[in-house]
């Protein structure tokens, strides 16, 4: 199957501060890609949809200015949690898919630990 | 997207078949049964999906009932590496712009 990356695979910082998670389709081009948040014993849970060259769109609740969606290439999205909280700790999961495709494949996740 | 139901959890022997089952009773006739699971820590991974005929892959086979209100993912010889929780969505055809939204899940456990 179709393979997507996510870099850091995890990340502790302190209060206040910003992280940028990227997300990239390493075999396929990828116009359209989505970010998920799961907490512990939970399912995962949609954020938002980026899609190449144009705004992303955010679910109800998520809100747009702390999580920053750039989504400038084909192969490349990045999520930056901006002035991260403890509350903002969890798992962090992309997907992508190229539009043709039925199927979506999933990054390995990034952990985010907000102290 | 038409609505599943699956068991919380469920256990199985190290070696035998898992069959994990899952109700979609309102799926549309253009919609197609996705399974995934997702291991501990891990990004969810695609195991197989179908429109109407059962589907085998190399990790699994999918068996979907007549009516196609129902499904089952076979793991025809679980190992202990197959513990994970496992997703049945049902999906539109031509929806790849479209997210997976994910439901509970069954929580398989492979017991030795």
């Known amino acids: 199957g179709a393979v997507v990356s996510q870099h850091p695979s995890r990340v502790i910082c302190k209060s206040g501060t910003s992280v940028k998670i990227e997300c990239r389709s390493l075999?396929?081009?990828?116009?359209?890609m989505f970010w998920y948040r799961q907490f512990p014993k939970q399912s995962l849970m949609l954020m938002a949809t980026?899609?190449?060259?144009?705004?992303?769109?955010?679910e109800q609740g998520v809100e747009k200015d702390k999580f920053l969606i750039n989504h400038a290439s084909l192969t490349l999205s990045t999520l930056t949690v901006t002035s991260a909280h403890p509350e903002d700790s969890s798992f962090y999961i992309c997907?992508?898919?190229?539009?043709?495709?039925?199927?979506?494949?999933f990054g390995p996740g990034t952990r985010l630990l907000v102290l | 997207d038409a609505k599943t139901t699956q068991p919380p959890s469920m256990d199985c022997a190290e070696g035998r078949a898992a069959n994990l089952p899952c109700n979609h009773s309102?799926?549309?006739?253009?919609?197609?049964v996705y399974w995934y699971r997702q291991i501990h820590s891990q990004g969810p991974q695609y195991i197989i999906h179908?429109?109407?005929n059962n589907e085998t892959n190399e990790m699994a086979s999918l068996i979907i009932t007549e009516d196609r209100k129902s499904s089952t993912l076979i793991l025809p010889h679980a190992t202990l590496r197959d513990t994970a929780v496992y997703y049945c969505?049902?999906?539109?055809?031509?929806?790849?712009?479209?997210?997976?939204?994910f439901g509970k899940g069954t929580r398989l456990s492979v017991i030795a």
């Open positions: 969505i049902v999906r539109g055809k031509n929806s790849g712009n479209t997210p997976l939204v």
């Open positions: 309102t799926i549309s006739g253009n919609e197609y």
């Open positions: 179908g429109l109407k």
């Open positions: 075999d396929f081009q990828a116009t359209t």
């Open positions: 980026s899609n190449e060259g144009s705004k992303a769109t955010y």
């Open positions: 997907s992508a898919n190229t539009g043709g495709r039925e199927t979506q494949y």
